[in-house]
């Protein structure tokens, strides 16, 4: 059964480091999400993405973020300057279209920030 | 995106029928009820999502309320792989709005007992 893959499953990066998270989701999908979850808290969208441009995004998906589809098949978040609250789990997500298909998730990579 | 409520927690055990509540009573008539879920260290799961007939699945059956403004996910057998987040979402179905993210609230947390 295909899955959304995601790596590494842990990054541990000092404050005021960028990061790059990586996913490969499902090679026939055409729509992308990025979701974070900080321990204890519930899921929170970041950030959609289409035909290599951003469809929607969260007030949490300020400046120092940026989303990426490189190569065609990896879809990567980055985090330019770290902050300690972005602590979180970081869930790729990705699904066939956009309105009623369900969104598979990949199982995430735990970000600590220093 | 219109707001659903759940209790905070709910407790089965195995192997009998679960039910598990979400009102939604300020639904429009183009919101579609979805529900995933999201076991221990694990991305969130889709279950199932209906707009006015019960539908089911593999893994759940979900039974909305002839005047939509509440549903219930049934698990007919839980077992202890079943114990999880469990999320009732609402997601518009106009195309063109939302671009399909889901907004997640706190959800359920089932605890399956042996």
């Known amino acids: 059964e295909p899955e959304v893959t995601q790596t590494p499953s842990h990054q541990v990066t000092q404050m005021g480091q960028e990061v790059i998270l990586r996913c490969v989701p499902i090679?026939?999908?055409?729509?992308f999400y990025w979701y974070r979850q900080i321990l204890g808290q519930k899921v929170e969208f970041l950030v959609s993405?289409?035909?290599?441009?951003?469809?929607?995004k969260s007030e949490i998906f300020d400046d120092q973020f940026s989303v990426e589809r490189p190569d065609g098949s990896n879809f990567t978040l980055k985090i330019r300057s770290t902050k300690l609250e972005d602590s979180a789990m970081y869930f790729c997500?990705?699904?066939?279209?956009?309105?009623?298909?369900?969104?598979?998730f990949g199982p995430g990579t735990r970000l600590t920030v220093l | 995106d219109a707001k659903t409520t759940q209790p905070n927690s709910m407790e089965s055990n195995e192997e009998e029928p679960v039910h598990l509540p979400c009102n939604h009573s300020?639904?429009?008539?183009?919101?579609?009820i979805h529900w995933y879920r999201q076991l221990p260290s694990q991305g969130p799961e889709y279950v199932i999502h209906?707009?006015?007939s019960n539908v089911n699945n593999r893994m759940a059956s979900l039974a909305i309320a002839e005047d939509r403004k509440s549903s219930t996910l049934i698990l007919h057998r839980a077992t202890l792989r079943d114990a999880a987040v469990y999320y009732c979402?609402?997601?518009?179905?106009?195309?063109?709005?939302?671009?399909?993210?889901?907004?997640f609230g706190q959800g359920t947390i089932l605890t399956v007992h042996p």
């Open positions: 997500a990705s699904s066939g279209t956009v309105i009623l298909a369900e969104q598979f």
């Open positions: 090679s026939n999908h055409l729509y």
């Open positions: 993405f289409y035909n290599n441009e951003i469809s929607e």
């Open positions: 300020t639904i429009s008539g183009t919101d579609y």
């Open positions: 209906g707009l006015t």
């Open positions: 979402i609402l997601r518009e179905s106009r195309s063109g709005t939302s671009y399909g993210k889901l907004t």
